[in-house]
């Protein structure tokens, strides 16, 4: 949890650095065109299209990066047909849950975070799991 949570937070300063550097790049290029000649308000237009392009390159990107894949089942060794029946229809019940949490992704977070909320508020339930879960 330590891991995620220093993951989390290096990946804001990260977003942080990059929004004041972004910020400085435009600045810089207003300067330079209004030392050209141009209007302050000409040297604004053009720092704000060349923040809308590199937007949309960074928006092209990032939907490069996710984009939809498909899900491929491994087969097994061969040898036990109910192993391959049953490696057959994990695949198809894998491939069906990748399915909808694509086309849905906030669907899995919301159920987690109310299955959650419940363990929380309610103790009969939380120490019912806790049963479950502690090995004797």
Same mark, same amino acid.
């Not at 949309?56 to 939809?68: D, E, K, N």
């Not at 849905?104 to 103790?123: E, S």
């Given at each position: 949890m330590a891991r995620l949570g220093a993951a989390a937070g290096a990946g804001v300063?990260? *977003?942080m650095i990059i929004a004041i550097t972004l910020w400085y790049f435009g600045q810089a290029i207003i300067l330079a065109l209004e030392a050209h000649g141009m209007t302050p308000a000409a040297a604004h237009a053009i720092a704000g299209? %060349? #923040?809308?392009? &590199?937007?949309?390159?960074?928006?092209?990107? %990032?939907?490069?990066? !996710?984009? $939809?894949? /498909? %899900?491929? %089942? $491994? =087969?097994? =060794?061969p040898g036990n047909p109910t192993a391959d029946a049953? =490696?057959? *229809?994990? #695949?198809?019940?894998?491939?069906?849950?990748? #399915?909808?949490? /694509?086309?849905?992704? !906030? #669907? =899995?977070?919301?159920?987690?975070?109310?299955?959650?909320?419940?363990?929380?508020?309610?103790?009969?339930? /939380?120490? &019912? *799991?806790?049963g479950v879960m502690v090995k004797h």
């Open positions: 300063a990260a *977003l299209v %060349v #923040g809308l392009v &590199l937007v949309g390159a960074i928006g092209g990107v %990032v939907s490069f990066l !996710f984009r $939809r894949r /498909r %899900v491929t %089942v $491994r =087969a097994t =060794a049953a =490696a057959q *229809l994990g #695949g198809i019940v894998a491939e069906q849950l990748m #399915g909808n949490m /694509r086309d849905h992704p !906030f #669907g =899995a977070a919301g159920a987690a975070l109310a299955a959650g909320l419940a363990v929380g508020a309610i103790p009969e339930l /939380r120490d &019912l *799991l806790k």
